[in-house]
């Protein structure tokens, strides 16, 4: 009778064999396309003189990463979220996306008694199918911002 092991990775070669062959069937199929590759998106367009410590917006393949955008100004929430939901909107207008193709967001607060004012302003900005969304409070979110937000979409 054979071990759990001796099943385990005859199921895993099987598995494997139906995949490949299954993936070469596609791609014979489709038309070859072009290898997906990493594409900064800049402020204005070109790159700083100087390397830069993050990206503030990065595509693979048709996925787009924006980094946390914050508030660095006097404010209260309110303004604050809708500054930087604002500024999300601006960089994925910039890369060819849109609000309503936010897939996931992660919001993180200076101070979790500002969660219902900030739900107030994002409620709505996305579309009607809104995105998956994580909201924590930090401790110190960078430059006294009250907010700092970040997403992932699709292009």
Do not use: C, W
């Not at 598995?15 to 590759?37: F, V």
């Not at 604050?80 to 996931?104: C, F, P, R, W, Y």
């Not at 992660?106 to 969304?133: C, E, I, S, T, W």
């Amino acid at each position: 009778m054979p071990n759990r092991r001796t099943v385990l990775k005859s199921a895993a070669a099987l598995a494997g064999a139906g995949l490949a062959s299954t993936a070469g069937a596609q791609t014979s199929a489709q038309a070859p396309q072009a290898p997906m590759e990493k594409k900064v998106y800049y402020q204005g367009g070109k790159p700083p003189e100087k390397t830069p410590l993050f990206s503030g917006a990065v595509s693979y393949g048709n996925l787009l990463f924006i980094s946390g955008i914050g508030a660095h100004f006097p404010g209260d929430i309110t303004s604050h979220t809708a500054h930087v939901l604002d500024q999300i909107e601006a960089v994925l207008k910039n890369a060819g996306s849109s609000m309503d193709k936010v897939l996931k967001s992660n919001v993180y607060l200076a101070d979790l008694k500002d969660y219902a004012a900030m739900n107030a302003v994002f409620q709505g900005r996305f579309g009607d199918k809104p995105p998956v969304r994580t909201t924590i409070a930090a401790a110190g979110v960078p430059g006294n911002s009250l907010v700092e937000i970040d997403v992932i979409a699709y292009i």
